[in-house]
């Protein structure tokens, strides 16, 4: 038998991440099966299928259209994809946390049962919501090309920047609460409300320009900027809706920095999230 | 030849909460209340090594801490103290279809399956056929799990399991599920896997099966190796610890009689496995006393495919008396008329002494033969019985119902 596939089942390699990144990587099929299966099992029997998730934000832009346009008119031009822009990638984060905080708890059957890596678990929360923010962002997309709504420049390229920040954060925390959850099921439902409290704080329906002339003046806005989630949003409605006034007046290098900020602030969660993980996941199977 | 799985010292502590606060609320409240616990070790201090292509029974009453031991060795426990290591790769028959997902599909649940044991899709895909022959699952297989029987469901898990090439099988007491024809493939399947070389960890109460199918035996009791080594040896130490008489007296086993072969006459002399209700049977069984019995009990017992005790009797309850000499004797028990009409049976052969505390030889699962009901007649049992009709000379039945 080839020694590589010795492995030691009692000291936790905590410390080890790149072996741990590894043996993920060995079990890569797992998770593309449970992303799947979390993708179907959400769409069970339901006719329309994962289409389900593409009506969402076409039912958005319709209403918002509706309402923005014609009953509340001068308010932010072109609110639904404004809206939109900035909701999708606090769409992705939010499912995705409430999702993966849960993950763990909600697969005690096949935790007592089969061994696996169990960051998998979280993880493949991360991905199903992925695959839906996919679908709708294409639905955004196709909208943004059919009306011909002109938002093609160099910003788009901070999009995958910024969505590959937002999935560090995501798995910093998803690993941490997943497995804090086990622990303590009241995190569940504190996320809830925090998440509630998070989602007015970032700028998703408001325009961030209300709150720098606001909070500039006491000098807090640097505060504000402090939530991770700001500098995403804010770069999705500068890639895809695109018209300064609303938004900041701001360079390109601008949201970089701020991106830059998060993804470090994501990488020390990813670090500090494994580290919670490998500690409180020996006693998943007799604690859950 | 190295060795599969490397125990060192593995202890594991659980902690008997006598109430479980999960809530931030009910933690800050009862704080100190939430912290009693009582501990409880479910393993203490237990180490061997087992060597690659052997087949090892793990035995033990229930609570002695097998299934806890190969959760540990398949990874889902850690231990408390102790080192464990494992060479190659494992399957776990510890609760089958464990994995399963009961809105997906058989067909994606073996993906699933098999992506948990970290099989990639192309390796799957070859082995699909086999996978969906093997559980008899037929067009069932694209069908959501949820739809699928408790038998269906056991098979499926069995036959991704084996499927898989694992390098180490654990094997939890499901042999004891499914019907007899899946038992005695499953079983055929395992004995594949032993010519094989593959390295197989049996936990199961049927202890005949660890003598038979292993060639090294662990014995557990409560938490602590009590024995280890020869399976005959390993098991005969758990009879002793186990048997009690039904006053509570312990029983010792001391094996000093062998029973090489039980056989099953039929009517025609022959040997049979098979037979009809009102037909006679013969049980032959073989002895080799290694020294002079005084005053032994012969019993014989019969057990349906459901475990129930059907039938039993020996020569203490028969008044009878006999003595065993040193040597080979021959053991025979006559039947004239066999009761049950359909199903299996096991038929277990036994010599103990007259006060039932020493047990010299037990058959476990020498005799197993299968009666077959060719008559229509309702019921479980066949009894010899006569009707006869004759006229009966007419009596003033008038009188009677006129009252």
Same mark, same amino acid.
């Given at each position: 038998?080839?020694?590589?596939?010795?492995?030691?089942?009692?000291?936790?390699?905590?410390?080890?991440?790149? /072996?741990?990144?590894?043996?993920?990587?060995?079990?890569?099929?797992?998770?593309? %099966?449970?992303?799947?299966?979390?993708?179907?099992?959400?769409?069970?029997?339901?006719?329309?299928?994962?289409?389900?998730?593409?009506?969402? &934000?076409?039912?958005?832009?319709?209403?918002?259209?509706?309402? $923005? %346009?014609?009953?509340?008119?001068?308010?932010?031009?072109?609110?639904?994809?404004?809206?939109?822009? /900035?909701?999708? &990638?606090?769409?992705?984060?939010?499912?995705?946390?409430?999702?993966?905080?849960?993950?763990?708890?909600? %697969?005690?059957?096949?935790?007592?049962?089969?061994?696996?890596?169990?960051?998998?678990?979280?993880?493949?929360?991360?991905?199903?919501?992925?695959?839906?923010?996919?679908?709708?962002?294409?639905?955004?997309?196709?909208?943004?090309?059919?009306?011909?709504?002109?938002?093609?420049?160099?910003?788009?390229?901070?999009?995958?920047?910024?969505?590959?920040?937002?999935?560090?954060?995501?798995?910093?925390?998803?690993?941490?609460?997943?497995?804090?959850?086990?622990?303590?099921?009241?995190?569940?439902?504190?996320?809830?409300?925090?998440?509630?409290?998070?989602?007015?704080?970032?700028?998703?329906?408001?325009?961030?320009?209300?709150?720098?002339?606001?909070?500039?003046?006491? /000098?807090?806005?640097?505060?504000?900027?402090? %939530?991770?989630?700001?500098?995403?949003?804010?770069?999705?409605?500068?890639? $895809?809706?695109?018209?300064? &006034?609303?938004?900041?007046?701001?360079?390109?290098?601008?949201?970089?920095?701020?991106?830059?900020?998060?993804?470090?602030?994501?990488?020390?969660?990813?670090?500090? /999230?494994?580290?919670?993980?490998?500690?409180?996941?020996?006693?998943?199977?007799?604690?859950? | 030849?190295?060795?599969?799985?490397?125990?060192?010292?593995?202890?594991?502590?659980?902690?008997?909460?006598?109430?479980?606060?999960?809530?931030?609320?009910?933690?800050?409240?009862?704080?100190?209340?939430?912290?009693?616990?009582?501990?409880?070790?479910?393993?203490?201090?237990?180490?061997?090594? #087992?060597?690659?292509?052997?087949?090892?029974?793990?035995?033990?009453?229930?609570?002695?801490?097998?299934?806890?031991?190969?959760?540990?060795?398949?990874?889902?426990?850690?231990?408390?103290?102790?080192?464990?290591?494992?060479?190659?790769? #494992?399957?776990?028959?510890?609760?089958?279809?464990?994995?399963?997902?009961?809105?997906?599909?058989?067909?994606?649940?073996?993906?699933?399956?098999?992506?948990?044991?970290?099989?990639?899709?192309?390796?799957?895909?070859?082995?699909?056929?086999?996978?969906?022959?093997?559980?008899?699952?037929?067009?069932?297989?694209?069908?959501?799990?949820?739809?699928?029987?408790?038998?269906?469901?056991?098979?499926?898990?069995?036959?991704?399991?084996?499927?898989?090439?694992?390098?180490?099988?654990?094997?939890?007491?499901?042999?004891?599920?499914?019907?007899?024809?899946?038992?005695?493939?499953?079983?055929?399947?395992?004995?594949?896997?032993?010519?094989?070389?593959?390295? #197989?960890?049996?936990?199961?109460?049927?202890?005949?099966?660890?003598?038979?199918?292993?060639?090294?035996?662990?014995?557990?009791?409560?938490?602590?190796?009590?024995?280890?080594?020869?399976?005959?040896?390993?098991?005969?130490?758990?009879?002793?610890?186990?048997?009690?008489?039904?006053?509570?007296?312990?029983?010792?086993?001391?094996?000093?009689?062998?029973?090489?072969?039980?056989?099953?006459?039929?009517?025609?002399?022959?040997?049979?496995?098979?037979?009809?209700?009102?037909?006679?049977?013969?049980?032959?069984?073989?002895?080799?006393?290694?020294?002079?019995?005084?005053?032994?009990?012969?019993?014989?017992?019969?057990?349906?495919?459901?475990?129930?005790?059907?039938?039993?009797?020996?020569?203490?309850?028969?008044?009878?008396?006999?003595?065993?000499?040193?040597?080979?004797?021959?053991?025979? #028990?006559?039947?004239?008329?066999?009761?049950?009409?359909?199903?299996?049976?096991?038929?277990?052969?036994?010599?103990?002494?007259?006060?039932?505390?020493?047990?010299?030889?037990?058959?476990?699962?020498?005799?197993?033969?299968?009666?077959?009901?060719?008559?229509?007649?309702?019921?479980?049992?066949?009894?010899?019985?006569?009707?006869?009709?004759?006229?009966?000379?007419?009596?003033?039945?008038?009188?009677?119902?006129?009252?």
């Amino acid at each position: 038998m080839e020694s590589a596939a010795r492995e030691a089942r009692t000291k936790p390699i905590a410390s080890d991440v790149v /072996g741990r990144a590894r043996r993920l990587y060995r079990y890569r099929e797992l998770l593309l %099966n449970l992303v799947r299966r979390e993708i179907r099992g959400r769409y069970r029997a339901s006719a329309l299928g994962f289409l389900w998730s593409m009506l969402t &934000p076409i039912l958005y832009l319709v209403v918002f259209y509706v309402v $923005f %346009n014609i009953f509340l008119r001068g308010g932010i031009p072109y609110f639904p994809v404004f809206l939109l822009s /900035g909701l999708l &990638p606090w769409t992705l984060f939010a499912s995705a946390l409430s999702a993966g905080t849960s993950s763990v708890v909600g %697969n005690a059957p096949l935790l007592k049962k089969v061994f696996f890596p169990r960051e998998v678990l979280p993880l493949a929360s991360i991905g199903a919501a992925l695959f839906h923010f996919v679908l709708q962002m294409g639905v955004l997309i196709g909208f943004l090309l059919i009306f011909r709504y002109e938002f093609v420049d160099r910003h788009l390229l901070l999009v995958p920047v910024a969505l590959f920040v937002e999935l560090l954060l995501l798995a910093g925390l998803t690993l941490m609460l997943s497995a804090i959850t086990v622990y303590l099921r009241d995190v569940q439902h504190f996320l809830e409300l925090a998440l509630l409290a998070w989602f007015w704080l970032t700028p998703i329906i408001y325009p961030i320009v209300l709150v720098f002339e606001k909070l500039s003046v006491r /000098g807090m806005f640097g505060l504000y900027l402090l %939530n991770p989630m700001t500098p995403i949003v804010l770069t999705f409605q500068r890639a $895809f809706y695109g018209r300064v &006034p609303p938004l900041l007046d701001v360079s390109f290098s601008w949201y970089l920095e701020k991106l830059a900020y998060v993804g470090l602030a994501g990488i020390v969660l990813v670090f500090l /999230g494994q580290m919670v993980f490998v500690r409180l996941e020996g006693n998943f199977a007799e604690e859950i | 030849m190295g060795t599969a799985v490397e125990l060192v010292g593995v202890s594991k502590r659980f902690k008997l909460y006598h109430e479980r606060y999960h809530t931030l609320k009910e933690r800050l409240i009862f704080f100190k209340r939430s912290l009693s616990y009582e501990e409880f070790w479910a393993l203490d201090d237990v180490s061997f090594d #087992i060597s690659q292509g052997s087949t090892f029974g793990l035995i033990g009453a229930n609570g002695s801490g097998k299934t806890t031991l190969l959760k540990i060795i398949a990874g889902i426990l850690r231990p408390t103290s102790g080192e464990v290591g494992v060479n190659g790769r #494992i399957a776990a028959l510890l609760e089958l279809g464990a994995g399963f997902h009961p809105d997906l599909t058989g067909r994606e649940n073996i993906y699933l399956n098999a992506s948990v044991l970290g099989l990639g899709k192309k390796e799957v895909d070859k082995k699909l056929d086999s996978i969906v022959d093997f559980a008899e699952l037929g067009a069932f297989i694209d069908n959501p799990v949820r739809n699928y029987s408790s038998g269906m469901y056991v098979r499926l898990g069995f036959a991704v399991a084996v499927h898989l090439d694992p390098d180490i099988l654990l094997v939890d007491e499901v042999l004891a599920v499914g019907d007899e024809a899946f038992q005695e493939k499953c079983l055929a399947r395992i004995r594949e896997f032993q010519r094989e070389g593959r390295t #197989i960890i049996l936990v199961t109460h049927a202890v005949d099966q660890v003598r038979e199918m292993c060639d090294h035996a662990v014995f557990l009791d409560h938490g602590r190796m009590a024995g280890e080594g020869d399976p005959s040896e390993v098991v005969r130490g758990y009879r002793n610890r186990l048997s009690t008489t039904p006053t509570g007296e312990k029983v010792s086993v001391i094996g000093n009689v062998d029973i090489p072969a039980v056989r099953l006459l039929g009517p025609d002399g022959a040997v049979s496995e098979t037979f009809h209700p009102g037909e006679s049977m013969v049980v032959e069984a073989d002895l080799d006393a290694h020294e002079r019995i005084e005053d032994p009990v012969f019993s014989v017992n019969i057990h349906d495919s459901a475990g129930r005790h059907v039938f039993g009797t020996n020569t203490h309850l028969r008044h009878m008396k006999s003595s065993l000499d040193p040597g080979p004797s021959r053991l025979r #028990i006559t039947f004239p008329v066999l009761a049950m009409k359909e199903g299996r049976f096991r038929l277990t052969v036994g010599v103990h002494s007259r006060d039932g505390l020493t047990i010299f030889a037990t058959t476990d699962a020498a005799g197993r033969f299968e009666m077959r009901s060719d008559s229509g007649e309702p019921g479980s049992l066949y009894m010899p019985c006569n009707f006869t009709v004759e006229q009966v000379a007419e009596t003033r039945r008038g009188v009677v119902d006129g009252g």
